[in-house]
């Protein structure tokens, strides 16, 4: 069975730095792109960035040039540095794969548990 399984979530002031990881693990062949997802309080799950498996990204305008999205493909695994982080950045973060294919199986929409980031003022 696949699952995601996200770390690396905390408390930080404001202007400080995070590191989210993302593992996939199951008998995994391959992973189309993966992604970050937010949603804090009251607000609906958007989009923070995303990766496909060759490499190419997008961001969110509100995080463009503070945030950076990488994968090793190798390990399954997805990354989120945050940087220069500001108090609206306080969510939940969660990790999305959109097409994971294992030696058995082909899914769709996959998600991790959540992580919170708190940024503090």
């Known amino acids: 069975q696949v699952q995601l399984v996200e770390s690396g979530g905390g408390l930080v002031q404001a202007g400080g730095s995070l590191r989210l990881s993302c593992a996939a693990s199951?008998?995994?062949?391959?992973?189309?792109?993966m992604g970050w997802y937010r949603q804090a309080p009251g607000k609906q799950r958007e989009l923070v960035a995303a990766?496909?498996?060759?490499?190419?990204?997008n961001y969110a305008d509100s995080v463009k040039g503070r945030f950076t999205i990488s994968r090793d493909n190798a390990k399954n695994t997805v990354y989120l540095q945050m940087n220069s982080l500001k108090p609206e950045d306080t969510a939940v973060y969660y990790c999305?794969?959109?097409?994971?294919?294992?030696?058995?199986?082909?899914?769709?929409?996959?998600w991790g548990q959540g992580t919170q980031v708190t940024v503090s003022s």
């Open positions: 999305n794969a959109d097409r994971i294919a294992t030696i058995l199986h082909i899914g769709y929409d996959y």
């Open positions: 199951g008998s995994i062949f391959s992973i189309n792109a």
């Open positions: 990766i496909t498996s060759g490499g190419s990204t």
